[in-house]
C-alpha cells in the first residue's frame, strides 16, 4: 500500500500564490504517474495536473497552464503543485492522486488540502 498526505493548504488573497506538497510513504516504489486533482462543493473532482514516474512529462489542465506546475522529487518521495495567480474560483480541496505500474487508473488517494482564495 502507498499512503499519500497533502500538505500548504490555506487562505491565499486572489493574485497570490501557493505551494502544495504531497509525501508519499510506504510501497513508494510501486507508484508510476501522479496528479492533482482538486473538488469544490457541488461540482465534480477535476484532474488539475499529472507528471509521469521520471517526471519527464506533465500534463496540465488548460484552465491552469502558465499558471500551475507540477513537479516530484523521487528520491525523497514528493509530488508538488506550485500554483500561481490565483483565482477565487479555485477555492478547492486539493488531492493527491497516484498510479500503480501498469495501472490505468489512480489508485492511491491522499485525504485531500483546503485552499481558498479570497477576493
Known amino acids: 500500500q502507498v499512503q499519500l498526505v497533502e500538505s500548504g493548504g490555506g487562505l491565499v488573497q486572489a493574485g497570490g500564490s501557493l505551494r502544495l506538497s504531497c509525501s508519499a510513504s510506504g510501497r513508494t516504489f510501486s507508484t508510476a504517474a501522479m496528479g492533482w486533482f482538486r473538488q469544490a462543493p457541488g461540482k465534480e473532482r477535476e484532474l488539475v495536473a499529472a507528471?509521469?514516474?521520471?517526471?519527464?512529462?506533465?500534463n496540465v489542465a488548460d484552465s491552469v497552464k502558465v499558471r500551475f506546475a507540477i513537479s516530484r522529487d523521487n528520491v525523497k518521495n514528493m509530488l508538488y503543485l506550485q500554483m500561481n495567480s490565483m483565482k477565487p474560483e479555485e477555492a478547492a480541496v486539493y488531492y493527491c492522486?497516484?498510479?500503480?505500474?501498469?495501472?490505468?487508473?489512480?489508485?492511491?488517494w491522499g485525504q485531500g488540502t483546503q485552499v481558498t482564495v479570497s477576493s
Open positions: 492522486a497516484a498510479h500503480s505500474f501498469g495501472s490505468s487508473r489512480y489508485d492511491y
Open positions: 507528471i509521469t514516474w521520471s517526471g519527464g512529462g506533465t
